[in-house]
């Protein structure tokens, strides 16, 4: 199973919007609607921020949403502020062998 | 409180053995599937293995091919805790190793354990 592909890096100027796209193929991203994205900062332990596509779990700002086209997923973050910028990495069920396929990952600077 | 604490981690020799445990409270641990997921250093993050599993059932384990046949993922439900033992270590098993439960197989990981560093060298 492939690692989902993810653009390396993306930035904007707080109050701006970014949007990180994650490309996976039928069999995993286009297959269900089980798209789940983190972010992570340095040196910590990743946190769930969009699950089932577009859901926001509790406390998750709604500055941030998720979609789904096709084969490829999108994690929009609106009004970037400082403490957005970090790792985000998008993960997809990819069926019952290996249910777990995570994207490549994509470094969000504010500028 | 949802609490994952980690711990087993550690230097060890290419061809190796360890195990690492995860102790879990707060959240019914036997409703939930156990996942271990690593980063290996400056790299993404990559699933290796889940265990589902009721109180009375028997477990279900699957993981990723890079640890097929080298790793065993467990877990006892009497002291809530999963497990991971990983034997015939590579250099390239080099990694934080974070635990995090999941409702169902495909489900998010909302919670995560605080990572423990497996550094696999000569």
Not at chain 1, 82 to 109: I, L, M, Q, R, W
């Amino acid at each position: 199973q492939s690692a989902l592909t993810q653009p390396p890096s993306a930035s904007g100027s707080p109050g701006q919007s970014v949007t990180i796209s994650c490309t996976g193929t039928s069999s995993d991203v286009g297959g269900y609607n089980y798209v789940s994205w983190y972010q992570q900062h340095p040196g910590k332990a990743p946190k769930l921020m969009i699950y089932e596509v577009s859901k926001r779990p509790s406390g998750v700002p709604d500055r941030f949403s998720g979609s789904k086209s096709g084969n490829t997923a999108s994690l929009t973050v609106s009004g970037l502020q400082t403490e957005d910028e970090a790792d985000y990495y998008c993960s997809s069920y990819a069926g019952s062998n290996t249910p777990y396929v995570f994207g490549t990952g994509t470094k969000v600077t504010v500028l | 409180e949802v609490q994952l604490l980690q711990s087993g981690g550690g230097l060890v020799q290419p061809g190796g053995s360890l195990r690492l445990s995860c102790a879990a409270s707060g959240f019914t641990f036997s409703s939930y599937v156990m996942n271990w997921v690593r980063q290996a250093p400056g790299k993404g993050l990559e699933w290796v293995s889940g265990i589902s599993g009721r109180s009375g059932t028997t477990d279900y384990a699957f993981y990723a091919d890079s640890v097929k046949g080298r790793f065993t993922i467990s877990r006892d439900s009497s002291k809530n805790t999963l497990y991971l033992q990983m034997n015939s270590l590579r250099v390239e098993d080099t990694a934080v190793y974070y635990c995090a439960p999941s409702l169902g197989v495909a489900g998010p990981f909302d919670y995560w354990g605080q990572g423990t560093l497996v550094t696999v060298s000569s």
